[in-house]
Nanobody, 127 residues
Framework: QVQLVESGGGLVQAGGSLRLSCAASGRRFSRYAMGWFRQAPGKEREFVAAISVSGGSTDYADSVKGRFTISRDNAKNTVYLQMNSLKPEDTAIYFC????????????????????WGQGTQVTASS
């Protein structure tokens, strides 16, 4: 089974950029669709971005479209989230998640569809 470890979080001024990485252990990473979610204090966890097994399909929450980009490198067992033009409302703990059993192009945007989760990384965008 794949295990996930996020990195790349930190403190940045509003308007700045960060790139999150999610490194997966195990040999079956290329068979998982991947997603990023976030949870701000006092709020429910919410979908941010998702990418298919092949990497050819992606989806984004409306709040991050045009600012965030999800990508994956199956040779490195890693999924990325490039975050540009960060806003204070992007402040949250960011989690990556993996979902097995999809076809090459499907993406999943709800957290209950994901079986494996990382421990999260804090992102803080200050105003």
């Amino acid at each position: 089974q794949v295990q996930l470890v996020e990195s790349g979080g930190g403190l940045v001024q509003a308007g700045g950029s960060l790139r999150l990485s999610c490194a997966a252990s195990g040999r079956r990473f290329s068979r998982y669709a991947m997603g990023w979610f976030r949870q701000a204090p006092g709020k429910e966890r919410e979908f941010v971005a998702a990418i298919s097994v092949s990497g050819g399909s992606t989806d984004y929450a409306d709040s991050v479209k045009g600012r965030f980009t999800i990508s994956r490198d199956n040779a490195k067992n890693t999924v990325y989230l490039q975050m540009n033009s960060l806003k204070p409302e992007d402040t949250a703990i960011y989690f990556c998640a993996a979902s097995l059993g999809l076809n090459a192009v499907a993406v999943r945007t709800t957290d209950y569809e994901y079986e494996i989760w990382g421990q999260g990384t804090q992102v803080t965008a200050s105003s």
